[in-house]
T-cell receptor, first 113, second 112 residues
């Protein structure tokens, strides 16, 4: 059973471009979480999704950020018009249920130049 | 509002010593607590999960205790090895949605 997969592992974008981060959960997991780790800061929750539904997006900035988890395919975290402050490691986690252990992917390190 | 604190922020021990890492949380109404390990530039590896009804969990050289009433968890790593050098994070699950709240971590260095 492959672990949580994220791609790309590293992403460089210029200010104003769009960043798309992908997450494939573990097989059998229908719950996906996105977290962000800013430089020198701890991990912060961004959004929780189940298939085709956003359950909790309380940690996501109101503008420029969006997330989806379609019926088929990976979960996508989209950042429009990136700014330097978006530079961070973005981690995806998956779980078979909402109170079970979460398994994390290797992360996508976004650098905005 | 739940706050998770890990003390110390950094720890250096010689190989063979036991490690004691502390995690405290302000709201005892948690569903579970999870300990993770993070290596530089890498993702998180889950070490132990303690449900709110449990008092401890063990895996190999690792033992984690949970005292919900006092808002504390401790991770013990016996007979430390240089390969244990990493940042250790604790996280609490405080709502039924599965949103984990993390501490800032303890950076551990085990010297040969």
């Amino acid at each position: 059973n492959a672990g949580v997969m994220q791609n790309p592992r590293h992403l460089v974008r210029r200010r104003g471009q769009e960043a798309r981060l992908r997450c494939s959960p573990m097989k059998g997991h229908s719950h996906v979480y996105w977290y962000r780790q800013l430089p020198e800061e701890g991990l912060k929750f961004m959004v929780y999704l189940q298939k085709e539904n956003i359950i909790d997006e309380s940690g996501m900035p109101k503008e420029r950020f969006s997330a989806e988890f379609p019926k088929e395919g990976p979960s996508i975290l989209r950042i429009q018009q990136v700014v330097r402050g978006d530079s961070a490691a973005y981690f995806c986690a998956s779980s078979p249920s909402n109170d079970y252990e979460q398994y994390f992917g290797p992360g996508t390190r976004l650098t905005v130049t | 509002k739940q706050e998770v604190t890990q003390i110390p922020a950094a720890l250096s021990v010689p190989e063979g010593e036991n490690l004691v890492l502390n995690c405290s949380f302000t709201d005892s109404a948690i569903y579970n607590l999870q300990w993770f390990r993070q290596d530089p530039g890498k993702g998180l590896t889950s070490l132990l999960l303690i449900q709110s009804s449990q008092r401890e969990q063990t895996s190999g050289r690792l033992n984690a205790s949970l005292d919900k009433s006092s808002g504390r968890s401790t991770l013990y790593i016996a007979a430390s090895q240089p390969g244990d050098s990493a940042t250790y994070l604790c996280a609490v699950l405080t709502d039924s949605w599965g949103k984990l709240q993390f501490g800032a971590g303890t950076q551990v260095v085990v010297t040969p």
